[in-house]
């Protein structure tokens, strides 16, 4: 069966076309969703269950990955309001996955567009897509990792900027800062997520989030905590049968039949 999935996420001025796409590789139904982080969360879910689904891609329009939170509908929002709905609180769902998901980046990736990108594993950008956090052209400021993730993985001095001017960069910059792992010409941009998320897709599943949470440790805390979860972990593979059989098929000089367990 096919092993990865995608979910189409177009957030500029038209909030109600998210939720599961198909192609003729990926399976599944259609969800159309009202709220955006309903149609992801929910769709998250299903796939977190579907054990024939390795990693998914999360993509947008050519126009725009995402433009952000509907500033429209924000107008009126107060301040208890925000703090007593826990205002933007459900998107934790994206970054809490435990299969790998990849943000497939066209067009603009802005506000909480940027940041959704930064809450999956691994962006992968076309050659026309355009990072940003503009919140404080809105007088406000990045609330669902702007000031975090981007800072991380860009630095203190580019984040800073980005955040400080709302000023945009290129996909090609994306790539050179690391905030993108590759760019690819914009129309090649979903085959080439879909590859990467295939080629995933033939490792082990158990061992893949093994290595994701090994991974997004390195973001949570300190180096010495990190390589000691790093070793047990890695110890712990010496617990499964995919790690056996990932090295006597090595030994044996044959393709590995990993069971995931
Ligand atoms: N909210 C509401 N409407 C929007 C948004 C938005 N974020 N972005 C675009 N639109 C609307 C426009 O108002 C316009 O509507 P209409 O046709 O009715 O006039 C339509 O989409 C098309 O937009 P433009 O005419 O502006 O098209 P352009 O190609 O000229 O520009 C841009 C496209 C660059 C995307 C531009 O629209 C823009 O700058 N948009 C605002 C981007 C922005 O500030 N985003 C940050 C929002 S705040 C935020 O995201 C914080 C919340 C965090 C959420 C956490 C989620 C993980």
Same mark, same amino acid.
């Given at each position: 069966?096919?092993?990865?999935?995608?979910?189409?996420?177009?957030?500029?001025? /038209?909030?109600?076309?998210?939720?599961?796409?198909?192609? /003729?590789?990926?399976?599944?139904?259609?969800?159309?969703l009202q709220?955006?982080?309903?149609?992801?969360?929910?769709?998250l879910q299903q796939f977190s269950k579907d054990k024939s689904i390795a990693?998914?891609?999360l993509t947008g329009s050519e126009k725009a990955f995402a433009a952000g939170a509907d500033i429209k509908e924000m107008v009126g929002n107060t301040y208890s309001q925000c703090i007593q709905g826990n205002f933007l609180n459900d998107w934790v769902e994206v970054a809490r996955t435990q299969k790998p998901i990849i943000a497939a980046v066209n067009g603009y990736a802005l506000g909480g567009g940027c940041e959704l990108a930064m809450m999956c594993d691994i962006i992968y950008a076309g050659d026309k897509a355009k990072f940003g956090q503009p919140e404080i052209a809105l007088g406000t400021i990045p609330g669902a990792g702007g000031t975090?993730?981007?800072t991380r993985v860009v630095g203190k001095s580019k984040a800073m900027e980005m955040c400080l001017t709302g000023n945009m960069i290129s996909a090609q910059?994306?790539?050179?800062?690391?905030?993108?792992?590759?760019?690819?010409?914009?129309?090649?941009?979903?085959?080439?997520?879909?590859?990467?998320?295939?080629?995933?897709?033939?490792?082990?599943s158990l061992i893949v989030q093994l290595c994701k949470e090994s991974v997004n440790t390195a973001y949570e805390t300190t180096l010495q905590e990190g390589l000691k979860f790093e070793r047990r972990t890695f110890h712990a593979t010496f617990s499964t049968a995919d790690r056996k059989e990932g090295m006597t098929a090595f030994a044996e000089k044959r393709p590995a039949n990993f069971t995931n367990e």
């Open positions: 069966g096919s092993n990865w999935e995608f979910i189409k996420t177009d957030v500029t001025g /038209e909030k109600k076309n998210v939720g599961r796409d198909h192609t /003729e590789s990926s399976q599944g139904t259609e969800c159309p709220r955006p982080h309903e149609g992801i969360s929910t769709a990693a998914i891609v975090q993730r981007l910059e994306a790539e050179k800062l690391g905030l993108a792992s590759k760019v690819v010409p914009a129309d090649q941009l979903l085959a080439e997520a879909i590859k990467l998320a295939e080629k995933i897709g033939t490792h082990s």
